[in-house]
């Protein structure tokens, strides 16, 4: 528990806001995970607007999080583990600009911690390319429309919930077990 009671918020785009929101709702010390669009040049956009290519923003989740309980880092390291960030502006079959991997930071030491995270990556050789991970300051934060938000668990048999969400939520209990919610 926090003694100061202080949260923060982390901003996260790795492909689609349903994969992502499924994934961080499971970690101890996130409060709340919200699907939604940032880094692009229209307030409020649509659905409709983002898939579309237009306006230039990314499907992301708005991530609040107490980090007495869960670093930053931590989220970092779920991040990266449940998207592949060599991808330019692609996750599967989900193409556009709309699914680059981009980290949206706060502060500067949010800039810090994903520089270092992103160069011990490429360092590491566990991907054969360079991470295309854009790091961009937080600008703004749109909340996606309201049948977005907590979509795998309220539609976990649809098809792409089974094939595509489903598999991260699963790779997330696998890999930070020791960080899942009681």
């Known amino acids: 528990m926090s003694t100061s009671g202080a949260k923060e918020v982390a901003t996260l785009g790795g492909g689609c806001f349903w994969c992502l929101e499924a994934a961080f709702e499971q970690l101890r010390g996130v409060e709340r995970v919200e699907s939604g669009y940032a880094g692009g040049s229209v307030a409020n956009p ?23 309980v869960i670093s930053y880092a931590d989220l970092l390291d779920v991040f990266f583990d449940i998207h592949d960030p060599t991808t330019l502006n692609r996750q599967g079959a989900d193409v556009g600009t709309q699914y680059r991997s981009v980290i949206f ?58 094939a595509v969400v489903a598999p991260k939520a699963a790779k997330v209990r696998e890999h930070f077990a020791d960080k899942l919610k009681v």
């Open 46 to 68: 649509t659905y409709q607007q983002v898939c579309g290519g237009g306006g230039g923003h990314a499907e992301v989740v708005q991530i609040t999080f107490d980090p007495s």
């Open 105 to 162: 930071y706060h502060s500067p030491e949010q800039k810090r911690v994903a520089q270092e995270k992103i160069a011990a990556l490429n360092a590491s050789g566990v991907y054969r390319v360079p991470v295309v991970t854009q790091l961009v300051p937080f600008e703004a934060f749109y909340r996606a429309e309201d049948y977005h938000q907590g979509y795998f668990r309220k539609n976990p048999y649809q098809g792409y919930c089974q």
